[in-house]
């Protein structure tokens, strides 16, 4: 049964830091690229970073580069989004996302809110 746990999300100030996780299970985790996108309130859903299945390859948007991580384990099944020196526009709903070739797969979303 295909099942992913994305967990992290919060309340958290300008300038702090969340590391946010998705565990996941059901299919073959290491043959699967894992990304994470991100929705705000109003708007379309943006791809935030991506891993490749060895992790040999890391990408990210502009929007977040240099104040982001983006790592996993697959031993675990487990993608992680470290965020630094957030802003209040990384206020979202951050989502997991597994793709190969044509399959996709989606969490449920963790919500991250950035205020003082």
């Known amino acids: 049964q295909l099942q992913f746990v994305e967990s992290g999300g919060g309340l958290v100030q300008p300038g702090g830091s969340l590391r946010l996780s998705c565990a996941t299970s059901?299919?073959?985790?290491?043959?699967?690229?894992m990304s994470w996108y991100r929705q705000a309130p109003g708007k379309e859903r943006e791809w935030v970073a991506s891993i490749s299945n060895n992790s040999n390859g890391r990408t990210y948007a502009d929007s977040v580069k240099g104040r982001s991580t983006i790592s996993r384990d697959n031993a675990k099944n487990t993608v992680y989004l470290q965020m630094n020196s957030l802003k209040p526009e990384d206020t979202a709903v951050y989502y997991c996302n597994a793709r190969r070739g044509l399959t996709l797969y989606w969490g449920q979303g963790t919500q991250v809110n950035v205020s003082s």
């Open positions: 059901g299919f073959t985790f290491s043959s699967y690229i």
